[in-house]
């Protein structure tokens, strides 16, 4: 679906397509930002600092068991890269993709058309609160995620492009501005929820109190403490749509106050560094796990055979299919990756990849960039 930003929180539909099934174009696309709002906007238009820049957005987990809709983290060491530029070939006020490459699947599945792209969405919002009028864009897209994965593919994507977007214009927005900028994205691929674009954007843990106004609690994980995740991706498909449909619409009063109580237990243990607290709490999900884990063909083996292995906690990596363990070490880590991608051939006959990565307590950040 495309839109038509006349507001950083209320978006206008102009098409049915699907923003990550378009089909991949030749040349680039263009969007006007001729639509204002004088609320939304800066009161001046900011001149560009630099001539081009280049970003990345780390890897997402999201909910991480009872924390569903409310509560992610991010990734260390793997997301997605957006170099922008400021172009005079690119009409003043207008943003052009010129390049999508990376992960061969999802790149050739992406459209350069910014209205149906998340990278392109997010830096039209950022672009947007900036009230940029007098300066074209060339933006270029490197994914390192793959779509569909659980790991917030689309949130590295617009968050990296609306941190290039406030870079290239002087860092005027705020960490909260750039949140509802990723919003725009991420409400065209699985809803309004920021439990992907904030971590992606501030790093670490984030609890999202609130969205009228928008309300984040950053968590502080303990800097002299390791978090290391297992991420075990299978080579199955798990649209977000298709498991967001398999919640139940209505729950018990048990089963309410139980995920409560392990959402708060989830939240003491990050902010204290338990990390066998944070496992327990983490696995102990009993509302959409246990809804989505049978749509992953060997979900429930790979959850058990990673806490046989020494894992701390494991479950569903958002929507999924990728599984996410915790523990406290990198060769630990290694060894539960091997018994979990076992388990994904033994129960689910999915051959799947596994790696191991810390904590990301930075989130978007600029790799380089060039004064203007």
Known sequence: MAICLQSPLKPISLSPQSTHSAVFKSKPFICNLSLSSPNTQLANEPDPVFTSVRTFAPATIANLGPGFDFLGCAVDGVGDFVSLSVDPSVHPGQIAIANISGAAASAKKLTKNPLFNCAGIAAIAAMKLLGIRSVGLSLSLEK?????????????????????????????????????????????????????????????????????PLDLMELKFPVEKELFFVLVSPDFEAPTKKMRAALPEEIGMPHHVWNCSQAGALVAAVLMGDLEGLGKALSSDLIVEPRRAPLIPGMEGVKKAAIEAGAFGCTISGAGPTAVAVTDGEERGREIGERMVEAFWKEGNLKAVAMVKRLDRVGARVVSSIPG
């Open 144 to 212: 390192g995620l793959p779509l569909g994965s659980g790991l917030g593919s689309s949130a590295a994507s617009a968050a990296a492009a609306a941190v290039a977007v406030n870079e290239i214009f002087g860092r005027k927005l705020s960490a909260s501005e750039l949140v509802q900028a990723g919003l725009e994205s991420e409400a065209k691929v699985s809803g309004y929820h920021a439990d992907n674009i904030a971590p992606a954007i501030l790093g670490g843990f984030v609890l999202i109190r609130n969205y009228e």
